[in-house]
């Protein structure tokens, strides 16, 4: 038995528990994809040659609206299950504190589009496949709990207008 788990672990708990263990993993999972497009958006941007200040706009919008609010929850709600000493939490907040300035970049931005669509990947990746599971094998039912609640509540509906990877 993990020792996060609750110590009453009958059939009910257990089921309850992986249920909002899948509930959790599934929004997590969605806002990850969500990422991984705006990645993929870069490139093809890029790729069609559009101009990159309308692909900066673009990724300013997605960093204010969607983004740094992914990064708050993960930072205040996913991370303090590992712990602020734990490796790959030092890591992930690093590479969240260089995304945030090269999302603030305005001069250099065609290097700083390349650079956001490499970390960005780079951070998923490691947040999905190596936090992700280490959560998922330490976090309580209460905390499963929570982080469902604050990803349910604070889901964005808005859109962008300016579809320029469908040109």
């Known amino acids: 038995m993990n020792k996060f788990e609750p110590m009453n672990t009958n059939d009910t708990d257990k089921a309850d528990y992986e ?8 929004l997590l999972g969605k806002e990850y994809n969500e990422a991984l497009q705006l ?3 870069i490139r093809e941007g890029i790729r069609l040659n ?7 706009n673009y990724t300013d919008w997605y960093y204010n609206s969607r983004l740094a609010l992914h990064l708050k929850k993960e ?8 712990g602020d000493d734990h490796e ?22 065609e290097k700083s589009l390349n650079r956001i669509e490499e970390k960005l990947e ?31 509540k604070n889901r964005i509906t808005e859109e962008w207008n300016d579809v320029f990877w469908h040109n």
Do not use: W
């Open 88 to 109: 790959l939490i030092k890591k992930a907040l690093t590479k969240q504190r260089r995304l945030k300035r090269l999302f603030e970049e305005n001069d250099q931005i």
């Open 39 to 41: 990645c993929r958006i």
């Open 122 to 152: 780079r951070l998923i990746r490691i947040n999905e496949k190596s936090i992700l599971n280490e959560v998922k094998k330490c976090a309580t039912l209460e905390q499963l709990k929570q982080i469902e609640k604050v990803y349910h």
């Open 75 to 82: 930072s205040e709600y996913i991370f303090p299950i590992l």
């Open 19 to 26: 249920r909002h263990l899948e509930q959790v993993t599934e």
């Open 50 to 56: 559009i101009p990159l200040q309308r692909i900066k």
